[in-house]
Nanobody, 114 residues
Framework: QVQLVESGGGLVEAGGSLTLSCAAS????????MAWYRQAPGKERELVAA???????YYVDSIKGRFTIARDNVKNALYLQLNDLKPEDTGVYYC????????WGQGTQVTVSS
C-alpha cells in the first residue's frame, strides 16, 4: 500500500504563495497518475490539478495560470505551487494517487485571508 503525507499548508494573505508537498511511501508510485484535490468548508471535495505518470497535466479552470502541479518520481513526491492565492482557494488540500493504489493523504489546510 502507498501512504501519502501532505505538508506546506498555512495562512497567507490574498495574492500570496504557498508550495504544497506530498511524500509518498511505497514502491511503484511512479506508475500512478496523481492529483491534488481540495475541500472548502461546507463543500464537496473537488479536483484541483492532476498529473499523469508520464507527466501530462490537467488543471481546473478556476486555478489555471496560478497553480502548477509537478512530480518527482525519484523522490516519490508530488508538489503543488500555489500563486496569486484568493480567499476562495481556502480549504483542505489532499494528495491522491489513482489506481492501482487509490490512496489519499490526510490533507493540509490552506487559509487565504482577504
Amino acid at each position: 500500500q502507498v501512504q501519502l503525507v501532505e505538508s506546506g499548508g498555512g495562512l497567507v494573505e490574498a495574492g500570496g504563495s504557498l508550495t504544497l508537498s506530498c511524500a509518498a511511501s511505497g514502491d511503484g508510485i511512479c506508475v500512478s497518475d496523481m492529483a491534488w484535490y481540495r475541500q472548502a468548508p461546507g463543500k464537496e471535495r473537488e479536483l484541483v490539478a492532476a498529473i499523469a505518470a508520464h507527466g501530462n497535466t490537467y488543471y481546473v479552470d478556476s486555478i489555471k495560470g496560478r497553480f502548477t502541479i509537478a512530480r518527482d518520481n525519484v523522490k516519490n513526491a508530488l508538489y503543488l505551487q500555489l500563486n496569486d492565492l484568493k480567499p476562495e482557494d481556502t480549504g483542505v488540500y489532499y494528495c491522491h494517487t489513482y489506481p492501482p493504489f487509490n490512496s489519499w493523504g490526510q490533507g493540509t489546510q490552506v487559509t487565504v485571508s482577504s
